[in-house]
């Protein structure tokens, strides 16, 4: 997977500093588990984290804290096992968390066109879905008052500012207006986080719009 | 091999906790870090009870996860940091922090001791200039760790020299991957 679009500093930070809302973070956690150097990245700005934390003024734990956490531990060694293999080799554990099995067996609901998406259960004002797009096709014009993150899990789409594939994320704000269409050939399947609702640009979609919180 | 200026070795604390559960080494570990971070959740906003109640858990989480700290990638200062800040999300915004995938060595591996060595390194490279940095530079980072610095804010320049700790985590992946292949 060679990934060519990546997090930007200013994302990641939010993420190291904790201050994303769920959906977004779901994203970068993702996309994190797909590209190392975004991995690497991340635990740099954790590093700064650390040290800042280190160097807080410290406030005493009430008397007995110890005693209490001790006695709550579990003293059997935990023997590392392997990590998981993924249920699903395109939903790395992140996303698998809240997906379950394979993308296949999630509760899509049909947007017209062939276009298919669920939403995410994540908290916070943010919203997260998955976006299954048939080869080829387009998802329909549109447009966002806030951010929105295209993470691709499979397949690759176009849009007006370049050609996202596996791994690849993309950032747009409001000021992009975009036509992304799934490339020719095996089905495109996204995960995409948005901070407010998608405008479309066409009539039909529109109406559709409130009833699947787009 | 220290982890920080005042020379206890945390990873070798952190190894003990995970290879024979010692209680002695936890209870040293407590009482550096438990204070810190709850300081930590009380200036990113706590309550003094929240964040008593969190550190309490953050500590209790570095016991049970130890076999998933990895001194080539982290010091325990910054493993500690992102265990306090996931939690304080759980806490206080009734939301998640969802993690990366975790990639560890397994029961058999442990990562090359100069590895180890050269991430403590890094660590102390990175306390320092932190020390250096003018004043208002310094707020701007505390801000966007301790407060909530808004999107355009962040997209300020930190300033601060994090390129070769970041090489150094990156080459440490690379090994840990091939590793686990």
Not at chain 1, 85 to 104: F, I, K, M, N, T
Not at chain 2, 113 to 126: G, K, S, W
Request: charged residues 25%.
């Amino acid at each position: 997977m060679t990934i060519r679009h990546h997090i930007s500093d200013a994302l990641l930070t939010a993420y190291a500093a904790g201050s994303l809302p769920e959906a977004f973070s779901l994203v970068v956690a993702t996309h994190l588990s797909l590209c190392d150097d975004c991995r690497a990245r991340a635990a740099a700005l954790d590093a700064v984290g650390g040290r800042l934390m280190e160097e807080a003024a410290p406030v005493a734990l009430s008397e007995g804290s110890l005693a209490a956490v001790m006695s709550r531990l579990d003293r059997r060694i935990e023997v590392p096992a392997r990590p998981a293999r993924r249920a699903d080799p395109r939903a790395p554990a992140p996303l698998a968390d809240y997906v379950g099995g394979r993308l296949e067996d999630v509760r899509w609901r049909a947007l017209g066109g062939g276009v298919r998406q669920a939403i995410l259960p994540t908290g916070g004002e943010a919203i997260a879905r998955l976006l299954w797009i048939p080869g080829g096709q387009a998802v329909p014009d549109h447009g966002h008052r806030g951010m929105e993150l295209t993470l691709v899990l499979q397949g690759a789409f176009r849009d007006e500012t370049d050609r996202f594939g596996p791994g690849d994320l993309e950032i747009a704000d409001q000021e992009l207006e975009h036509t992304p269409a799934a490339e020719a050939g095996i089905d495109c399947i996204c995960l995409a986080a948005t901070d407010a609702p998608l405008r479309f640009n066409s009539f039909l979609p529109k109406l559709v719009q409130p009833f699947f919180r787009i | 091999m220290t982890d920080k200026s005042n020379g206890t070795d945390w990873v070798a604390l952190m190894r003990a906790i995970r290879d024979h559960r010692d209680e002695a080494a936890f209870a040293e570990l407590f009482q550096h870090f438990a204070p810190r971070v709850k300081g930590f959740l009380m200036k990113s906003g706590s309550t003094e009870s929240q964040a008593e109640e969190c550190a309490q858990d953050v500590m209790a989480t570095v016991w049970q996860k130890a076999h998933l700290f990895d001194p080539s990638r982290a010091s325990a200062a910054t493993w500690i940091f992102t265990i306090a800040r996931n939690r304080r999300i759980d806490g206080l915004r009734k939301s998640r922090q969802p993690e990366p995938e975790d990639l560890f060595w397994g029961p058999d591996a442990e990562p090359d001791q100069a590895d180890v060595y050269e991430m403590q390194q890094e660590n102390d490279r990175l306390g320092r200039a932190i020390a250096l940095l003018p004043e208002a530079q310094r707020a701007l980072i505390e801000r966007a760790f301790f407060g909530d610095l808004t999107h355009r804010e962040l997209a300020v320049e930190t300033g601060l020299p994090l390129g070769t700790i970041k090489s150094r985590i990156r080459l440490a992946l690379e090994r840990l991957r091939q590793h686990m292949s």
